[in-house]
DNA sequence: AAGGGAACCAACCGCGTACGA
DNA sequence: ATCGTACGCGGTTGGTTCCCT
């Protein structure tokens, strides 16, 4: 399909703008709005390409816009949401009120890339806290929980696409993680970690212990319990067979409790497993996950459990 | 003080996608 | 259903500034 070229390149200004370019622009966008930017630069009185004329507006010119340095708190949501999102600025920025998604960018490539584990699974502290950590510390729990909710929007995800072999899924995957980061498991991951500052201070995880009450701790399970829940009407039924479908359904009445209960004490169990509870994925069996994700046993995960691992470990190459 | 390299950041480029004709 | 256009996004580039020798 041809693609009309953005802008005539001839007697078209190019480069750095200039105080009355911006000016221009300005006053064109404040009074008319920017409507059509193919049009504009010609409407402004402008020798710029209507591309020219959008960026400089988004990334500099538009009100709101934060300049000046990053805090720690920005800092700390750029290295977690990029965890999550990957180099999705514009998804990132939109957590980042004033910041621009070229901003995060430049930012993320300049500063904090370097202060970033190359590979995820080796010591990224949000994923794989420390070993040695007592794992019932309250914070570590808690993110065991939002990884957990995390992991298993990224599984739900992933088997959802080789399921029904459809690329338009992984569309999904900014706004679901982004629900998951805005609701109480995610504002509470954020509390803690914020609290710990373990990403922008010394990205090394210290997993000390916070003050999150029990009755906390229970109703994040719950809201664990929930995402699962949301999992399952945030990612169509439309893409969804409807077999499957009336599978999950039945499944869901006889095995949601016992699900959210095997599921709940994995959350909260200090002691689970081999690892003395220190999260480490908890339990990624075929069938765990199955479990967790109401799936009906004859589903086959087709050695997914391995992939999204794969897949988070190679987030960072 | 000057030169060179590194770091930073604004802007550009090209691709993918949404949308309307 | 197909095609053309416009827009948004992410990767990259290139100019400027900073820092070190």
Redesign the pocket.
């Known amino acids: 399909?041809?693609?009309?070229p953005?802008?005539d390149?001839h007697g078209v200004?190019?480069?750095?703008?200039t105080p009355e370019e911006d000016q221009a622009l300005a006053d064109y966008i404040n009074k008319h709005g920017?409507?059509?930017?193919?049009?504009?630069p010609k409407h402004a009185g402008l020798l710029?390409?209507?591309?020219?004329c959008?960026?400089?507006w988004?990334?500099?010119l538009r009100p709101g816009i934060k300049?000046g340095?990053f805090t720690n708190e920005e800092e700390t949501t750029i290295i977690q949401l990029h965890a999550m999102?990957?180099?999705?600025?514009?998804?990132?920025?939109?957590q980042l009120p004033g910041r621009t998604?070229?901003?995060i960018?430049?930012?993320w490539?300049?500063?904090l890339k370097k202060r970033v584990p190359r590979s995820l699974g080796e010591k990224h502290p949000c994923l794989i806290p420390d070993r040695n950590v007592q794992s019932n510390a309250p914070s570590t729990r808690h993110m065991v929980q939002w990884e957990s909710a995390r992991v298993e929007a990224e599984t739900r995800l992933s088997i959802e696409s080789t399921l029904h072999n459809s690329?338009?899924t992984t569309?999904t995957c900014?706004d679901y993680f982004l629900k998951l980061w805005n609701s109480d498991v995610g504002q509470s991951f954020r509390m803690i970690k914020g609290k710990e500052e373990l990403v922008s201070q010394s990205l090394v995880s210290q997993a000390s212990a916070s003050s999150l009450s029990s009755a906390k701790l229970d109703e994040s399970c719950s809201d664990v319990s929930s995402q699962v829940k949301n999992t399952q009407s945030l990612t169509k039924l439309s893409t969804t067979p409807k077999l499957e479908v009336d599978n999950m359904n039945k499944e869901q009445n006889t095995s949601r409790e016992q699900t959210i209960s095997s599921y709940k004490p994995k959350l909260g169990d200090d002691r689970a497993g081999s690892d003395s509870g220190n999260y480490e994925f908890l339990d990624t069996s075929d069938s765990a996950l199955k479990h967790l994700l109401h799936m009906p046993d004859d589903i086959e995960f087709l050695g997914h459990t391995d992939n999204f691992l794969n897949l988070l470990d190679g987030r960072y190459d």
């Open positions: 399909m041809g693609k009309a953005c802008c390149k200004r190019r480069g750095a703008w920017h409507g059509s930017w193919r049009t504009l710029r390409c209507g591309k020219s959008r960026l400089r988004i990334n500099y300049r340095p999102l990957g180099n999705r600025w514009a998804a990132i920025a939109s998604d070229n901003e960018k430049n930012y490539n300049t500063h690329g338009s569309e900014p």
